[in-house]
């Protein structure tokens, strides 16, 4: 049974930078299309951004126009993990940010689409 464990959140000033961690146990991070989702208080669930494999060890990317050039995905398969690298943070990026994964090669915007879903960790951007 594959579970995505995300870690890293907290309380950061606006400009700050964090890195939350999803961890992959059950099953091989580095075989699946990884994406980072968000969730807001009062608003729907919004795609953040995907990796998605493309050969070897080769992933391509993709973002949200809200998060481009701030956020960066990266992994590292040695740990089974994802990382969603933030910096630049602004008070709108306050949310519980979500981790999923899906062993299929597409990768699709809406967290619905991924067989395996994380429970989340709250970041909280304020002064």
Do not use: H
């Not at 890293?8 to 992959?24: A, E």
């Not at 953040?48 to 070897?56: A, K, M």
């Not at 990317?61 to 590292?76: C, E, L, M, P, Q």
Request: proline share 3%; aromatic share 10%.
């Amino acid at each position: 049974q594959v579970q995505l464990i995300e870690s890293g959140g907290g309380l950061v000033q606006p400009g700050d930078s964090l890195s939350l961690s999803c961890v992959v146990s059950g099953g091989t991070s580095g075989k699946y299309v990884m994406a980072w989702f968000r969730q807001a208080p009062g608003k729907e669930r919004e795609f953040v951004g995907t990796s998605t494999r493309i050969g070897g060890n080769v992933y391509s990317t993709n973002y949200a126009d809200s998060v481009k050039g701030r956020f960066t995905i990266a992994r590292n398969n040695a740990k089974n993990t994802v990382y969603l690298e933030m910096s630049s943070l602004k008070v709108e990026d306050t949310a519980v940010y979500y981790c999923a994964a899906d062993p299929a090669s597409i990768a699709p915007q809406n967290f619905g689409g991924y067989t395996w879903r994380g429970q989340g960790t709250q970041v909280t951007v304020s002064s």
